[in-house]
């Protein structure tokens, strides 16, 4: 059996199913965004990873060596977010081909250490190899105190869906890369082209969620928000609702969807790497969110029954239900 009969998930409940002996005493284990383990009565050991490859995750064409230290290290302070924790120290492996300038280590390592300095971790160690392609993995521990975690698997019927910032803005900004002949103007091009170069993981306010005990679930939108919202609603034994019109996009991102004859409402859903939180929320929370909450963010949805599935419902009531696609490295 190939990998791409299987794809990104059938893989990981393959390597899941047979590893449930070595997961003993973890908190969270194989396929959620970051592991955790027990460290005293009161604390948290959280540990995750993520790897950039060139040509699969960026292109140099398109991306200088300090966007993508940077973009390692923030997307690695994501998953410790999502679930309400604090990163603390990382691990940073190279692979190279001999070729390479060293000045494209070094200007690598600046984006890596912006990115520590914005989110306080500590870049302790890490390994070099020679690789055909460019390659880094950031490994990246980080803390929470156990009476905050949130799970994605905590979602129960009738609590609502909200998101931070904007959706589809990733998405919209690799098209924008992949073109130089546009009339958007440029400073939408430049918010664009950073939402997909230079994420900014919402790590502030994951914590206040998480401190203010505001969510049931949450999880951050790496994917889309159709992959990542099934996600959590599987975790959780749910089905969900997503208001076609609460959808949260960014004027340039309608704007550059005009342009190309792009629907912005499929970015919104399918594009990836918003890295933006999606959470739920009990109802009888909702007045203490908007009340408490110190930062903007948007009710898009309801969690509905399993037996449901994911629909998005337009302004008139008509549901349809959303495709089961968003990024998934081994399908075609
Ligand atoms: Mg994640
Ligand atoms: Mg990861
Ligand atoms: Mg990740």
Request: proline content about 2%; glycine content about 10%.
């Amino acid at each position: 059996m190939k990998l791409t009969e299987i794809g990104e998930f059938g893989l990981i409940g393959r390597i899941r199913s047979d590893l449930e002996n070595f997961q003993k005493g973890a908190i969270i284990g194989i396929g959620d965004d970051t592991a955790a383990i027990e460290i005293s009565s009161e604390d948290l050991l959280l540990f995750t990873t993520d790897t950039l490859v060139e040509d699969v995750h960026f292109k140099w064409n398109y991306t200088s060596p300090f966007q993508v230290g940077q973009k390692a290290l923030a997307v690695n302070v994501s998953d410790i977010a999502a679930v309400g924790g604090r990163p603390t120290y990382c691990l940073i492996s190279l692979g190279f081909p001999q070729d390479t300038e060293a000045s494209l280590v070094d200007d690598l390592y600046k984006g890596l250490k912006e990115a520590a300095s914005l989110y306080k971790v500590g870049i302790i160690g890490g390994d070099l190899v020679r690789s055909p392609v460019f390659i880094i993995t950031v490994s990246l521990l980080g803390r929470v105190k156990k009476k905050r975690i949130i799970f994605r698997s905590g979602a129960k019927k009738a609590d609502l869906i909200c998101v931070t910032g904007k959706l589809g803005g990733a998405a919209a900004g690799l098209a924008c890369l992949k073109r130089t002949d546009l009339k958007l103007n440029q400073s939408a091009r430049e918010f664009l082209i950073k939402r997909h170069l230079m994420p900014s993981p919402r790590l502030v306010e994951a914590q206040e969620i998480a401190r203010k005990n505001m969510a049931t679930a949450m999880i951050d939108l790496s994917d889309g928000l159709v992959s990542d919202l099934t996600r959590l609603t599987e975790e959780s034994g749910v089905g969900a609702i997503l208001w076609e019109d609460k959808l949260p996009v960014a004027s340039s991102t309608r704007d550059l969807a005009r342009e190309l004859g792009k629907s912005p409402l499929e970015w919104a859903l399918y594009g990836g790497e918003d890295y933006e939180l999606l959470f739920t929320v009990s109802q009888d929370k909702k007045e203490k969110i908007e009340k408490n909450l110190d930062f903007s963010f948007a009710l898009i949805g309801e969690i509905v029954d399993k037996r449901e599935g994911i629909y998005l419902m337009d302004k008139t009531g008509t549901r349809t239900r959303t495709e089961g696609r968003g990024y998934n490295h081994f399908l075609k």
